[in-house]
Structure formats: structure tokens, C-alpha cells
């Protein structure tokens, strides 16, 4: 079962020691709270261990102007890569700064891009080789929303495209974009705005796709949500009880209860010290030498 709101919520009001009858800290503002705490404490800490947790590629099919937008969800308006793919083949694309450029259609170097506001310019305009231009950014964590306003999957039909969920919110309409979040650690975003061409919803309800666009990973179970949005928490699950306990944190100086709070930070710094021991680095170790026990030098002669 995927760590979501329901099981964050319990966290937050046991480290908080809030009790139940309590009406400051609704479930509304608990999760606005958390939401903000994600992107302010829990994202960067991802981001400095540098081992690829929110990668996502974006392709985008060549122009002839040369000029793409730098995707709207990239965590701090960033590119961690960029490349052009043909196929199976990749052309990594070298970075430039607009002032080392004297034509704006030719690369100083090898085929390039540089940045301007939140626009990419590719040099060349159209590159020799390529089909499409990938964007490799920091794809930011969806904001978290309650169970039933996602939709889990209970069918999958890749042939038609129709995935069938166990209730499909009344709200939804062929004019929302939807992305698509594994229910297992580690909650991958498995496509990101994705349209739909017929929707019925309610119990059972049902969701027609391109049947292309149904990412190959997709399984009964995973979660399907409106554009920046999922039920489940998309960090890896071991960051769970730092992101409650830094949500308790803000509670807590909001009360002014400065012995919890003191309690809490000093959590928070033990937590830190131990999670960043855990997810980095993702390979812990080098590679196996192999060796060949038939070798010539092992033969005797």
C-alpha cells in the first residue's frame, strides 16, 4: 500500500500530540501545510544528493524555429540535461551562455542550446541529426490531494485504451489533462498530462486513452490524478516521517509549545543526518570484477 494523505495525516497528529477534538489544525490546513513543507524542506534535500529521484524526460518533436519552452513543471526552472533522440541513438547537447554566440543559428562548438527566461534555443535551429529534442528536468513533485479525489485503477485494457477505476471523480471532464503515479514505492510518475478522448465517471467509472499514451509500467493499483496532483506521497518512503514531523514543527511554533518544539527540531536534525546515509548513494558499490578463470594465464602453459 502506497504511503498517502490518510497515513501522513495520523503521523503528523500523533507527533504533534494534537489532540482529536482540536479544530485549529484542520485536515484542509494540514495539507496545505504539507504541500508547502515538500517543496521548501523535503525537495531540496533530494535535490543536493544529485541521484536522479525526480528525473523526467520530456520529448518534444523538432520546429523549424529552434525555440521550445522550458517545460512548466521543472523544479526551479531548470534543465538537468538535454539532448536530441532519433530512434534508439542519443546527441547530447552542449550548453552555452547567449553571450558566446556571435550567429544565432550556429553553435561556437558541437550542436547546442542555451537558455533565455523560460525558453530553450537550440543551435543550430535544426540540428543535422535528431528527430526530437529531450528535456531532462527536475519534474516537481505533484501536489498531494486526498484518495477520493484521484481515481485507482481496477482494469487496464492497452488495446482500447479504457482503464476502468474503482470510483472516478464526478468533478473530472475530457477537458482536464491527467497524470498517471505507481501505487508501490517507489511511486514513479509513469506520464504526466495526459488527455483523454471519453470519461464516465462515478463507481466503476471509466477513462478512454490513446492507447499509445498508456505508459507500459501501468498497473491495477497505480493512481491516476488531475494535472499536478496524486494521492500518494511522492518521496521516497523512507523521507515519510521527516516530511510529517517538519509539518508537526510548523503546528507546534504556531502553538508556541516551545518544549514539543525544541523536541521536534531536534528530531528533525537526527533525521536528516540519518536519511542523507540513506538515499545516497543510490549504488552503494563499485561493480564485481569478473574474472576468467579459462584465461591463458590460468591454463598452466
Known amino acids: 500500500?502506497?504511503?498517502?494523505?490518510?497515513?501522513?495525516?495520523?503521523?503528523?497528529?500523533?507527533?504533534?500530540?494534537?489532540?482529536?477534538?482540536?479544530?485549529?489544525?484542520?485536515?484542509?490546513?494540514?495539507?496545505?501545510?504539507?504541500?508547502?513543507?515538500?517543496?521548501?524542506?523535503?525537495?531540496?534535500?533530494?535535490?543536493?544528493?544529485?541521484?536522479?529521484?525526480?528525473?523526467?524526460?520530456?520529448?518534444?518533436?523538432?520546429?523549424?524555429?529552434?525555440?521550445?519552452?522550458?517545460?512548466?513543471?521543472a523544479v526551479g526552472g531548470k534543465l538537468l540535461d538535454a539532448c536530441l533522440v532519433s530512434g534508439d541513438e542519443r546527441f547530447d547537447l552542449a550548453k552555452y551562455s547567449e553571450g558566446t554566440i556571435k550567429n544565432y543559428d550556429q553553435a561556437p562548438g558541437q550542436a547546442g542550446f542555451y537558455l533565455k527566461r523560460s525558453q530553450v534555443f537550440l543551435l543550430p535551429k535544426v540540428p543535422a541529426s535528431g528527430s526530437s529534442f529531450r528535456q531532462t528536468i527536475m519534474l516537481r513533485p505533484p501536489t498531494i490531494v486526498a484518495q477520493d479525489s484521484a481515481a485507482r485503477i481496477s482494469a487496464i485494457n492497452t488495446v482500447s485504451g479504457v482503464v476502468t477505476c474503482e470510483t472516478v471523480p464526478s468533478s473530472w471532464t475530457t477537458s482536464n489533462l491527467f497524470d498517471m503515479v505507481q501505487e508501490p514505492a517507489h511511486f514513479d510518475t509513469l506520464a504526466i498530462d495526459l488527455p483523454i478522448t471519453a470519461i464516465s465517471t462515478g463507481a466503476s467509472g471509466t477513462m478512454t486513452f490513446t492507447a499509445a499514451n498508456l505508459p507500459s509500467r501501468l498497473a491495477v493499483g497505480d493512481w491516476i490524478g488531475l494535472r499536478g496532483e496524486s494521492p500518494v506521497i511522492q518521496v521516497p518512503v523512507e523521507l515519510n516521517p521527516l516530511l510529517a514531523q517538519e509539518v508537526a514543527n510548523i503546528c507546534l511554533r504556531s502553538q508556541t509549545d516551545a518544549n514539543a518544539l525544541k523536541l521536534g527540531i531536534d528530531e528533525v536534525k537526527e533525521m536528516r543526518e540519518e536519511i542523507k546515509s540513506l538515499i545516497t548513494p543510490r549504488v552503494s558499490s563499485e561493480g564485481k570484477k569478473i574474472t576468467n578463470r579459462s584465461g591463458i594465464l590460468r591454463r598452466g602453459i
Open 1 to 73: 500500500m502506497a504511503f498517502t494523505w490518510t497515513e501522513l495525516i495520523d503521523d503528523i497528529k500523533v507527533r504533534g500530540m494534537f489532540p482529536t477534538s482540536q479544530s485549529t489544525f484542520t485536515t484542509a490546513r494540514l495539507l496545505s501545510l504539507t504541500n508547502a513543507t515538500l517543496r521548501s524542506k523535503v525537495l531540496p534535500l533530494v535535490d543536493k544528493v544529485r541521484e536522479g529521484y525526480y528525473s523526467y524526460d520530456v520529448d518534444t518533436v523538432l520546429n523549424a524555429t529552434g525555440i521550445y519552452n522550458l517545460h512548466t513543471r
